[in-house]
């Protein structure tokens, strides 16, 4: 069997060395210490939802997943920082381009939350990983070190 081309070019992706420093093609995203403590700990937040939202959907619990996945990751949780300081609001150093990517990971989070409580397990999976895409998207293509 002939490996499909789009497999081959996963792997020659995945297995590039992007990590080195002199071959990090991330744009880098200077931030101060405050926005990026602010941006790490909604972050460790984000991967901590994804954890209990994977788990409920494990269990069945499809309304469960999806009111973590709006309350934490969706539509609902945008404009947490506003009220913090300008120099602690990661918002404040993104470009529009990162800004848009992060704008899709809510709307794409709020989507998987309706159609988890449809209940079709295959539908959702196909829309959490939509949203797990933008996770995906903005660290391959940002850095903030
Ligand atoms: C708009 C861009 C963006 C999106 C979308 C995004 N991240 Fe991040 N993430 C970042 C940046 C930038 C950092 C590095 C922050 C720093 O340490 O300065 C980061 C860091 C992290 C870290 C490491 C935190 C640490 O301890 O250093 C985790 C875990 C993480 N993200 C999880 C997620 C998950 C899960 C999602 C999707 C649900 C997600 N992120 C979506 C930009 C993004």
């Known amino acids: 069997m ?3 081309i789009i497999a081959v070019a996963l792997v020659a992706v995945l297995s ?7 071959t990090d093609a991330r744009q880098l995203v200077p931030m101060p210490p405050e926005a990026r403590a602010t941006m790490r ?10 954890h209990q939202i994977i788990g409920a959907l494990a269990e ?3 309304a469960e997943a999806a009111d973590i996945a709006e ?3 969706g539509i609902s949780a945008m404009g947490k920082h506003r009220k913090l ?4 609001r ?5 470009s529009d381009e990162m800004h848009a990517v992060g704008r899709a990971g809510h709307a794409a989070a709020s ?8 209940g079709d397990m295959a539908k959702a999976l196909t829309a959490l990983q939509a949203a797990t895409g933008t996770c995906v998207a903005c660290h391959r293509n940002y850095r903030t070190q």
């Open 2 to 4: 002939k490996l499909p």
């Open 16 to 22: 590039a060395p992007t990590f080195a420093a002199d």
């Open 41 to 50: 700990a909604e972050m460790l937040d984000n991967q901590l939802a994804l």
């Open 60 to 62: 069945g619990k499809y």
């Open 71 to 73: 309350k934490e990751l």
């Open 85 to 88: 300081p300008s120099n602690a």
């Open 90 to 94: 990661p918002g404040m150093f993104m």
């Open 111 to 118: 989507d998987f939350a309706k159609v988890a409580k449809t």
